[in-house]
């Protein structure tokens, strides 16, 4: 198992410029989502999905798209990059949204520049 | 508007020592309470948790306290271990399948 993998690990931008954050997990899991860390922040819940085809808002989804087509892979789309969102932003996968807090497992994270 | 809050930036500890992280809440719908720990370059990794029914939590050499009056909860962990040293996160949500709430994280180092 390689459980959740992040690409990439580090990409600048400029500003304006769109990108899409890879994140998949080989568990079989239905939960996933994104969180986004910024310096001497906690993490914050930006998007998630409890299935193929469901995704939901977190507590900071504006600029940032997801879907999830299947099972194994859910995205984030940056569509048009801001210094805002320069950030870390770790992906995280759990078998199902009941209990997920104890269960998930955390990508090693993207980190992202946007000049 | 915080509703976490972790007000020690960072922590140092000798090793065999107790160390103490503390982590206050606004949120009075807040009921579920938990732990992370996070070393650098990786993601973070769950440590223990508390529901608001108890008032303590006891993992091996991780224990968590709960004082609900005073929306305040404690990691204790006994005896501290240099491999112990990593940024410690308290969250908390309303139920077990709530949004997480992080606090700033706190940095522990236990010193040899």
């Known amino acids: 198992n390689a459980g959740v993998t992040q690409t990439p690990k580090f990409q600048v931008l400029k500003t304006g410029q769109s990108m899409t954050l890879q994140c998949a997990q080989d568990?079989?899991?239905?939960?996933m989502s994104w969180y986004r860390q910024d310096p001497g922040m906690g993490l914050r819940l930006i998007h998630y999905?409890?299935?193929?085809?469901?995704?939901d808002q977190g507590e900071v989804p504006n600029g940032y798209n997801v879907s999830r087509s299947t099972t194994e892979d859910f995205p984030l789309r940056l569509l048009s990059a801001a210094p805002s969102q320069t950030s870390v932003y770790f992906c995280?996968?759990?078998?199902?949204?009941?209990?997920?807090?104890?269960?998930?497992?955390f990508g090693p994270g993207t980190r992202l520049l946007v000049l | 508007d915080q509703q976490v809050k972790q007000n020690s930036p960072s922590l140092s500890v000798q090793e065999g020592r107790i160390s103490i992280l503390n982590c206050d809440y606004t949120?009075?719908?807040?009921?579920?309470f938990l732990w992370y720990k996070k070393y650098p370059a990786e993601g973070p990794t769950f440590l223990i948790s508390?529901?608001?029914?108890?008032d303590k939590n006891e993992d091996g050499r991780f224990t968590v306290f709960l004082n609900k009056s005073a929306k305040h909860l404690s990691l204790h962990i006994v005896p501290s271990q240099p491999g112990d040293s990593a940024v410690y996160f308290c969250?908390?949500?309303?139920?077990?399948?709530?949004?997480?709430?992080f606090g700033k994280g706190t940095k522990l180092s236990v010193k040899p």
């Open positions: 995280a996968s759990s078998y199902s949204r009941i209990m997920y807090q104890e269960t998930q497992y």
């Open positions: 508390i529901s608001s029914i108890k």
């Open positions: 949120n009075s719908m807040f009921d579920y």
């Open positions: 568990m079989n899991h239905e939960y």
């Open positions: 969250a908390a949500s309303g139920g077990s399948q709530g949004n997480l709430i």
């Open positions: 999905s409890v299935g193929a085809g469901i995704t």
